[in-house]
């Protein structure tokens, strides 16, 4: 696939974010373009959820830009980061346990712009979570672990992201859901949504991506193509010591 | 006897309305924003006297100034969340506590301030009317202000299941990070949830207006029952506001008739605090 | 040598302003009940101790413990109640009814203590509420007792032994004296074991229970001195106004203004709630006097103002920023310069007190062998998702077992398991022989000398990092001097030291974590459990963690870590445990585990090495 003649989408540079007085990014830097399946890796702590909450504006960065489309977006809050098509799917899914499945969806598609075609995306959502609308009276709460993955990007999808953000989406789901979630993010890919993940699961999370980010410590160590750093020794050395 | 127990439990019911109107606003409050509102009970004060003086002053008719108290106590609560509640909604639980007990304080003595303590009451046509029916006794503003209660209570319920804005406040209240990544403007939404609770209170007050006294302290009166209902109820759960106001309106017609009118405070207080040890999340809330 | 060194010091202390300051503060305030020839300001005068002594009474179960009561009028009136019926009733002196009354109350708060501590803040605070409404409502009724709402009248009689003077000066002493009894009480709670306790626990429950710390039952204790001193106030109320009536001995608008001179003031400090009464009692007061006979009602609306303003936008009162004014205060009033020379030459010996390395034995000895722990077939669900399935494994003596897995395979539930904090649905866990299954409250388990740490920091904010310690250390030693040295050892051993007095708060986070690992090896436990000590640390700071556990675990300690990161665990690890979907897929050495097939397919992903 050749990507380099596409625009950029989302674009960080020197991003610095603080929790109180600790630094947990330093500087990072990094651009996706459209169309794109980017990867960012590193060990816990090493600041992905950061990165991501830093673009969503959950939080605010210290120092740096953040471009989307064009825009700077580093002082929005989070609600208009949404309306321009910036979507996070946190880690830990947080559904509105108390909501049917259904409401949960409409409420993915709360800001103006997503509202308009809303049914649209619903049989959309629908196509590529066919167990969703078997479900859709239930409440979230009562799904199981990989329903939820899916009820939670399925949420996100009814933003009508431009760029989907994802979170750890493969977290304590057994092997053979874990493939199903990818299988999806594939396929939103392929509906022509950017997307930016985040992954422990570095074999599947690098052999579907276009680029990848390695974080150590609020820093990118290393950037490159997907497929490329799966055979990069320092990958392998950062999360398995050896 | 039986006929005395169906008196009761109407008497209790028809009461037990408008608890459950003040009750709900103030669960709607502590559900989204996680804080409790001590000042509510002097929200209901003020509507009292507003539709004291639309009556006395416009000759407006308590029911008819339901139109103009519920959207003027909308924004009130609008305006009071943006000044007073906004900047404690990060900070401890003492110090929340003690912002809207200064702002109780505040408001007592600002109607104590304006109208004095005098006991005011607004004399309509209806206001000892009375239906009676083989052996019951109904009063007719006391029905309507229970009919009343729950039309405003299930619009409440209906627009917060059917509409953007309801769906938002429910969101915010299940899961506030979510909420914020769903493009849901989290503090606007607040806003909303404490205007919409402070409008029903001050729908219950203009209620109340011609079967009960305004004076600056009415307020301390209700917003403890209300404190109860919401407990009782389970203090997430709207729905377990209406039917917790219905329970404590018929445990105080009971206890009031079989115990002592005095003692009826005292033993809902004990049941709030039976429910407080032995089941924190309340009938209907959940844990 | 050390006698001479001493007399000296005691002599030149007369001179320093941190002595004789408040000594003179203490002089003026017991001239000020006989300064005033004026009835207005003896009533006052007399007001604001009996505030300040209730705030201070309040503070004890509301800022130290953090838990907040809003009933304490429920107390204040058994108090009023009691000495006031008994005297009417038997002519029992209010002196000895006093007594009684405090009993009383301290019982009725050791029945309602324990159930209402369970509740979470808010809730905590409405239960108090309503229980005080049912004492007052119950009063109300009561008519051939309390005679009602009409109150009681106590004739005036005025005789020492009846509690009545006809002069106010011997009121303003026994307020002044209740005042200054709580401020000691006070002040040496602060600087006790159990103050240091009730404010971890205010910090961080879960945090002081890990460090031993007996959580309900302290809450309990600080209630009940708490009520005891304001039954006593309740007497003296009775006493003075010779008048009680359920409305205003029973009265929510009593019980939110001891909080809320706590907190103007300053919550949680030792001075703050005084100082709240010596602002606002006044300033209640005066506002009466002047605004309320302008207009009923105007006083109250600029008292209440002032306190939301206060509370928006000075949480912390006014004793926060009173003690650095009040520090530079100091230093400028003669002698200062004497305190500085002395206050070095007795805090040096401290520093220059050797760390004593007691076992320094070899790891991988022949004491490896004895198993020291061992668990079997753990298991535990939460609702439908098995967490931990049939885990067992065993720690040996001095070794140091590593403990990793993908997020949510179960490490920390193993911990919790472990320390108390869960209690596993089966499978057995046995330390030293001892099983340990049935061990709950975590302060027990670590009284058994099992330590821990949390994967979040979760240090003392509002401590020093050497308080945050001291509470680690009270766990061995009970005198605050030994649990000081103690925790001064530990700073060292750990590289703190120079940061002692800094609020933890302050710390950078690499330091809270060893500030952590410092509160946990205080309490001299044997089998330490560290939960990912090293994540989000850079290499460097990495590096000098790792040190550090190098030298724990030299010191004979057992250590049983759960690490994300590889490299720390793999250089660290004698053995390691890997966890997956809750089950133990793999065990052995840093070699062995880094070749196992499944341990690389669990973290990387299945095909990653085909």
């Known amino acids: ?242 | 006897m039986l006929t005395i127990v169906i008196q009761l439990i109407i008497n209790g019911l028809l009461l037990g309305g408008i608890y459950a109107l003040i009750s709900i606003g103030l669960t709607l409050i502590f559900g989204v924003l996680e804080i409790i509102n001590f000042a509510h009970g002097e929200f209901l004060m003020l509507s009292m006297y507003a539709s004291y003086w639309l009556f006395q002053l416009l000759g407006v008719d308590p029911y008819l100034s339901l139109l103009v108290v519920i959207p003027m106590f909308f924004l009130i609560g609008l305006v009071v969340q943006r000044i007073i509640i906004q900047p404690i909604i990060h900070a401890p639980p003492l110090n929340q506590i003690f912002v809207t007990v200064g702002l109780s304080l505040i408001l007592q003595n600002v109607a104590l301030f304006f109208w004095k303590a005098d006991y005011r009451t607004v004399r309509t046509a209806y206001s000892t009317l009375c239906l009676k029916t083989s052996g019951l006794m109904i009063s007719f503003p006391r029905l309507v202000a229970f009919l009343l209660a729950l039309a405003i209570i299930s619009i409440l319920l209906i627009f917060l299941k059917r509409t953007y804005t309801g769906k938002a406040i429910r969101a915010l209240a299940q899961e506030r990070r979510a909420a914020m990544l769903m493009g849901i403007n989290i503090y606007g939404t607040y806003r909303i949830a404490f205007g919409i609770g402070i409008a029903c209170v001050g729908a219950a007050g203009a209620m109340l207006m011609p079967i009960y006294y305004a004076f600056p302290t009415v307020g301390a009166l209700f917003v403890l029952i209300a404190f109860v209902v919401v407990v009782l109820g389970g203090y997430n759960s709207l729905v377990g506001a209406l039917i917790g106001g219905l329970i404590i309106g018929i445990v105080e017609a009971f206890s009031g008739f079989f115990l002592s009118p005095h003692l009826k405070e005292a033993v809902y207080f004990v049941i709030f605090i039976l429910i407080l040890v032995f089941r924190p999340t309340g009938l209907f809330g959940r844990g | 040598m050390k006698m001479s060194f001493i007399s000296r010091k005691t002599a030149s202390n007369l001179f320093r302003p941190k002595f004789y300051f408040p000594l003179a503060l203490l002089l003026l305030l017991l001239v000020l009940p006989i300064l005033p020839r004026n009835p207005f300001y003896e009533d006052l005068i007399i007001m604001i101790f009996f505030w300040g002594a209730l705030a201070a009474a309040w503070n004890l179960v509301g800022g130290f413990a953090g838990q907040i009561s809003l009933g304490h009028t429920a107390f204040f009136g058994i108090g009023a109640y009691t000495s006031t019926l008994l005297y009417l009733k038997f002519s029992l002196s209010p002196w000895l009814g006093m007594l009684a009354g405090a009993g009383l109350a301290v019982l009725v708060a050791m029945g309602i203590g324990s159930p209402c501590f369970r509740l979470k803040s808010h809730f905590f605070a409405l239960a108090t509420i309503a229980f005080a409404e049912v004492l007052r409502h119950v009063a109300s009724y009561w008519r051939g007792l309390t005679q009602g709402g009409v109150g009681l009248l106590i004739p005036f009689k005025p005789r020492i032994e009846n509690f009545m003077f006809r002069s106010k000066i011997p009121y303003a002493y026994i307020a002044l004296g209740l005042m200054l009894l709580i401020i000691l009480v006070s002040y040496i709670i602060r600087n006790s074991r159990f103050g240091f306790y009730l404010i971890s626990l205010r910090e961080d429950q879960d945090a002081a229970e890990s460090l031993g710390v007996k959580t309900s039952r302290c809450k309990l204790i600080a209630l009940v001195i708490s009520v005891l001193f304001t039954a006593i106030a309740g007497t003296f109320y009775a006493q003075y106004l010779l008048f009680i009536d359920p409305d205003t001995v029973f009265s929510l608008p009593f019980s939110i203004e001891l909080p809320l001179l706590a907190i103007i003031g300053g919550l949680g400090t030792v001075i703050g709630p005084i100082i709240g009464a010596f602002i606002l009692t006044p300033l209640d007061v005066l506002l009466r006097g002047w605004l309320g006979a302008i207009s009923a009602g105007l006083n109250f609306i600029v008292y209440g103002t002032v306190l939301v303003v206060a509370v928006i936008y000075f949480p912390r009162g006014i004793a926060g920023w009173l003690r650095t004014w009040y520090e530079s205060f100091l230093r400028r009033l003669p002698g200062a310069k004497l305190s500085l020379a002395i206050e070095k030459t007795v805090s040096s010996p401290l520093l220059t007190s050797e760390t004593s390395d007691p076992e320094d034995s070899d790891p991988e000895d022949e004491e490896i062998k004895s198993p020291l722990f061992e668990a079997q077939s753990l298991n535990k669900h939460f609702g439908g998702l098995a967490a931990v399935k049939d885990v067992s494994f065993q720690i040996k003596k001095g070794e140091i077992l590593g403990l990793i897995g993908p997020n949510g395979a179960g490490k920390t539930t193993v911990f919790n398991l472990i320390t108390g904090f869960l209690s596993p649905d089966s499978g057995k866990i046995e330390f030293k022989g001892e099983a340990m299954t049935a061990v709950k409250p975590p302060h027990k388990v670590c009284i058994k000398h099992i330590g821990r740490t949390f994967q979040l920091v979760r240090p003392f904010n509002n401590m020093t990092v050497l308080e945050n310690v001291m509470v680690g250390a009270f766990s061995r030693v009970k005198r605050t001097k030994e649990a000081r040295e103690e925790a001064t050892k530990v700073l060292d051993f750990i590289g703190l030291l120079e940061h002692s007095h800094s609020l933890a708060s302050s710390l950078t986070i690499a330091d809270r974590k060893k500030l952590e690992l410092g509160r946990a090896l205080a309490t001299r436990p044997e089998l330490l459990l560290l939960d990912e000590v090293v994540a989000g640390l850079n290499p460097r700071e990495t590096e000098a963690i790792i040190g550090i556990i190098k030298a724990i675990s030299n010191q004979g300690i057992t250590l049983f870590i759960i690490e994300h990161v590889m490299k720390a665990i793999m250089t660290l690890s004698h053995r390691i445990i890997v966890l997956h979907h809750g089950e133990k897929i793999g065990e052995g050495t840093p070699a062995e585990i880094s070749r196992d097939r499944r341990v690389i397919d669990a973290y990387l992903g299945e095909e990653y090495l085909a």
């Open chain 1, 1 to 242: 696939m050749p990507i380099w003649g596409r625009s950029i989408l989302l674009k960080l540079e020197n991003i610095s974010t603080h929790y109180g007085d600790v630094q947990a990014l330093r500087n990072v830097s990094l651009g996706i373009k459209e169309g794109q399946i980017v990867s960012i890796i590193g060990s816990n702590g090493a600041g992905k959820t950061t990165t991501l909450n830093t673009i969503s504006g959950v939080l605010r960065a210290s120092s740096g830009t953040i471009e989307f489309l064009g825009r700077r977006i580093e002082n929005l809050p989070p609600h208009q980061i949404v309306d321009l098509g910036v979507v996070q799917i946190p880690e830990a899914r947080l559904l509105f346990p108390y909501m049917t499945v259904l409401e949960n969806l409409e409420l993915g598609a709360y800001t103006p712009k997503a509202r308009k075609g809303k049914e649209e995306n619903l049989k959309v959502v629908f196509r590529l979570f066919p167990v969703l609308e078997e479900r859709k009276t239930q409440l979230a709460g009562t799904l199981s672990g990989g329903e939820q993955q899916m009820l939670a990007i399925a949420r996100g999808l009814m933003a009508k992201p431009k760029l989907l953000m994802l979170d750890e989406p493969s977290l304590g789901l057994a092997p053979l859901l874990v493939k199903e979630v990818f299988e999806a993010v594939k396929e939103i890919n392929a509906h022509g949504i950017t997307v930016l993940l985040i992954e422990q699961n570095v074999f599947h999370s690098l052999s579907i991506s276009d680029e990848a980010y390695v974080l150590e410590n609020g820093r990118v160590v290393l950037e490159g193509e997907g497929k490329g750093l799966l055979d990069n020794p320092q990958v392998k050395e950062a999360y398995l010591g050896i």
